[in-house]
T-cell receptor
Framework: DTEVTQTPKHLVMGMTNKKSLKCEQH?????MYWYKQKAKKPPELMFV???????INESVPSRFSPECPNSSLLNLHLHALQPEDSALYLC??????????????FGPGTRLTVL | AQSVSQHNHHVILSEAASLELGCNYS??????LFWYVQYPGQHLQLLLK??????LVKGIKGFEAEFIKSKFSFNLRKPSVQWSDTAEYFC???????????FGTGTRLQVTL
């Protein structure tokens, strides 16, 4: 299984809602990532989890709250978002070992619209 | 901080034309280099990668890239493009042992029949 799955595919939420994005991989990867991609722009890194611990937070606003309950799952909890947070949210995973070539595998993304 | 530049923002080619997309990065140390493709409505897929060894790297779908260390470049090439190559192409760089992948701004390739 060389797939990263993400649910839901589409999400529309109001600014007062609380929702969660989910990501799952069964490749045995111990690094998982959240990216944000606006239209016609490259993905921007938000968070990195290494061995289920948050290792990188790219100064993301606290209305985005990541969680890694186990080595296969990654969640992104959303609360009080703004319309400018509307974007495609991508999850990725990679091996994490002493060798540096940890290629990242991307999921299809969740297209989020904040009204 | 490292940066990745893709100078071609939008490229339009006819089928069978040759392709070269530029990618330059700013980091002077050890780098791992990647080209990803994003077809319309689909997720990012890895085309090819360079870690070490032969600087000419061959990827999927007939793509190749050449790492030129002295020029800090990793240009993507394909001898003859097809209509199905229409997509957004992203160059990405990872430095040292860091987990962070830095993407270029992307090049939109449009192949006409």
């Amino acid at each position: 299984d060389t797939e990263v799955t993400q649910t839901p595919k589409h999400l529309v939420m109001g600014m007062t809602n609380k929702k969660s994005l989910k990501c799952e991989q069964h490749m045995g990867h111990r690094a998982m990532y959240w990216y944000k991609q606006k239209a016609k722009k490259p993905p921007e890194l938000m968070f990195v989890y290494s061995y289920e611990k948050l290792s990188i937070n790219e100064s993301v606003p606290s209305r985005f709250s990541p969680e890694c309950p186990n080595s296969s799952l990654l969640n992104l909890h959303l609360h009080a978002l703004q319309p400018e947070d509307s974007a495609l949210y991508l999850c990725a995973s990679s091996q994490l070992d002493l060798v540096t070539y940890n290629e990242q595998f991307f999921g299809p993304g969740t297209r989020l619209t904040v009204l | 901080a490292q940066s990745v530049s893709q100078h071609n923002h939008h490229v339009i080619l006819s089928e069978a034309a040759s392709l070269e997309l530029g990618c330059n990065y700013s980091y002077g140390g050890t780098v791992n280099l990647f080209w990803y493709v994003q077809y319309p409505g689909q997720h990012l897929q890895l085309l090819l990668k360079y870690f070490s060894g032969d600087p000419l790297v061959k990827g999927i779908k007939g793509f190749e890239a050449e790492f030129i260390k002295s020029k800090f470049s990793f240009n993507l090439r394909k001898p003859s493009v097809q209509w199905s190559d229409t997509a957004e192409y992203f160059c990405a760089v990872k430095t040292g042992t860091a987990s962070k992948l830095t993407f270029g701004t992307g090049t939109r390739l449009q192949v006409t029949l």
